[in-house]
T-cell receptor, first 113, second 114 residues
Framework: KNEVEQSPQNLTAQEGEFITINCSYSVGISALHWLQQHPGGGIVSLFMLSSGKKKHGRLIATINIQEKHSSLHITASHPRDSAVYICAVRFENYGGSQGNLIFGKGTKLSVKP | EAQVTQNPRYLITVTGKKLTVTCSQNMNHEYMSWYRQDPGLGLRQIYYSMNVEVTDKGDVPEGYKVSRKEKRNFPLILESPSPNQTSLYFC?????????????FGNGTRLTVT
């Protein structure tokens, strides 16, 4: 079964802490997205990965294809990083469908000042 | 400005009254898709379109219709809405799945069916 699991479900951190959010999936993928959703509800795409590592500012995303695992790291966390972070995966073979995205349930991050 | 525009932002309707939620993008993207977001269930894909006149079902297509007559527009149609379709809906686009590019999301439509 094609599944996406995120952990932790909830995360509270103090400002300045290093944060890691994990995403595991069950079978081979062609792409993995990390998304951010602020309390207002809008969704922003942070990264799209098919291999390796990407960095944007204080955010770093990595993917290990062999272990079927991706991590999103936030360095020097800030209260404005408080949001829900969502992993989304496009599986290589999802019933013959190339365009379907499967989402994790999200990680709710709260960064306290 | 490059964007995905959804309308309306909020919609309250009654069971059985047909409605359409519009989605338009100005980035010449090939791929467009619709999602619903529910507490405890997260985001789930309803329908997607790889290009004009090409649409395919996502994980939860029941009760929804879509059309892709032109590249920029991808409306979501609820022919006979029911209360279990009360949800937060998002449209998104990307240049194409082969490009493995980021997704661009609309601002969302909060639908309530009574």
């Amino acid at each position: 079964k094609n599944e996406v699991e995120q952990s932790p479900q909830n995360l509270t951190a103090q400002e300045g802490e290093f944060i890691t959010i994990n995403c595991s999936y069950s079978v081979g993928i062609s792409a993995l997205h990390w998304l951010q959703q602020h309390p207002g509800g809008g969704i922003v795409s942070l990264f799209m990965l098919s291999s390796g590592k990407k960095k944007h500012g204080r955010l770093i995303a990595t993917i290990n294809i062999q272990e079927k695992h991706s991590s999103l790291h936030i360095t020097a966390s800030h209260p404005r990083d408080s949001a829900v972070y969502i992993c989304a995966v496009r599986f290589e073979n999802y019933g013959g469908s190339q365009g379907n995205l499967i989402f994790g349930k999200g990680t709710k991050l709260s960064v306290k000042p | 400005e490059a964007q995905v525009t959804q309308n309306p932002r909020y919609l309250i309707t009654v069971t059985g009254k047909k409605l359409t939620v519009t989605c338009s993008q100005n980035m010449n993207h090939e791929y467009m898709s619709w999602y619903r977001q529910d507490p405890g269930l997260g985001l789930r894909q309803i329908y997607y379109s790889m290009n004009v006149e090409v649409t395919d079902k996502g994980d939860v297509p029941e009760g929804y219709k879509v059309s892709r007559k032109e590249k920029r527009n991808f409306p979501l149609i609820l022919e006979s809405p029911s209360p279990n379709q009360t949800s937060l809906y998002f449209c998104a686009s990307t240049p194409g799945v082969a490009y493995n590019s980021p997704l661009h999301f609309g601002n969302g439509t909060r639908l309530t069916v009574t």
